[in-house]
């Protein structure tokens, strides 16, 4: 099952897994994910005691989770997002998509983009009302 679920946010990440490397990048994982957990909580700010009480673990548990010592079962993922108040799939999301610079460079390329875009369909517009304009004269 977990295997399944690596696979499936890999495939999603745009990573292919590949039998050969398969250590390696469960080993990145767990790494994203003990990142994750421990930057969900801390914007929460709650105390790994207070998350191992909210989740149903020891609190010895968190610390090896959030520290590369242990992986997580399915159940484990589940009560953690829940705790977290986040969605699963955001706990296996790399430190670049959280960056503020990242993410603001990304934000304005996208303004930069709907103005192109909004650009070329007032042109397309205007060319469209003046060919029409054209036909209906003659």
């Known amino acids: ?37 421990k930057r969900h909580r801390e914007m929460l700010g709650i105390s790994q005691e207070k998350l191992a009480e909210s989740t149903g ?20 993922l589940i009560a953690l997002s829940s705790a977290l108040q986040t969605d699963i799939f955001r706990l296996f999301m790399p430190d670049t998509l959280f960056d503020e610079a990242l993410s ?5 390329d996208l303004v930069n983009a709907a103005q192109k875009i909004k650009k070329d369909i007032e042109v397309d517009l205007e060319n469209a009302l003046k060919l029409w304009g054209m036909q209906h004269k003659t």
Do not use: F, Q
């Open 57 to 76: 673990m020891s609190a010895m548990m968190i610390k090896d989770i959030e520290g590369c010592r242990t992986w997580v079962s399915d159940k484990t």
């Open 1 to 37: 099952m977990v295997i399944l679920i690596i696979s499936i946010l890999y495939s999603l990440c745009g990573t292919i897994i590949y039998p050969y490397s398969m250590k390696s990048k469960v080993s990145d994982l767990r790494k994203i994910l003990s990142k994750n957990i």
């Open 104 to 108: 603001n460079s990304l934000l304005l």
